[in-house]
């Protein structure tokens, strides 16, 4: 019997703290906009927006990152069944928003891994040394085994 082929394995993260950051900063405006408006008004732009900010968390932080698997849960907030009424439908969008807010925690997890921190020109120069002293104590480890 044919073994059947493994799944591809996950999508590491391949943005810079920065640039997740600065993107996941204007998602988060954007949400605001969303706030106290009728969900079927908007419904196809909270799809983007959803669509977008997932984007930007499997770029920033990886697809089997928890901060992924914390939006997916937000997409969830509220009750669900079928046949739900047209109320039911906004308690959940509005659920959701509250939900989406706590992304702020994905904000500051990139703020701890350096995203917005300036550096003057000595501090990247020092830091560019002390990378190439790296890469030359591992040249010369390699040429010594």
């Known amino acids: 019997m044919a073994r059947k082929p493994s799944p591809p394995a996950p999508r590491p993260a391949d943005w810079t703290p920065t640039q997740a950051h600065v993107a996941l900063g204007k998602q ?17 732009q909270e ?60 904000l500051a997890e990139l703020e701890l891994m350096g995203a917005g921190i300036e550096q003057t020109p000595a501090e990247r120069m020092v830091l560019v040394q002390l990378r190439n002293r790296k890469r030359l104590r591992g040249l010369t480890h390699e040429l010594t085994r």
């Open 28 to 44: 988060l405006a954007a949400l605001d906009s969303l706030r106290d408006r009728s969900y079927r008004e908007i419904e196809h």
């Open 47 to 106: 799809q983007e927006w959803m669509n977008l900010t997932l984007n930007i968390l499997t770029h920033g932080f990886g697809e089997n990152s928890n901060n992924v698997k914390q939006f997916h849960q937000a997409k969830w907030a509220g009750e669900h069944h079928t046949n739900m009424n047209e109320r039911e439908i906004q308690r959940n969008f509005t659920e959701r928003i509250q939900a989406f807010a706590a992304l702020r925690s994905s």
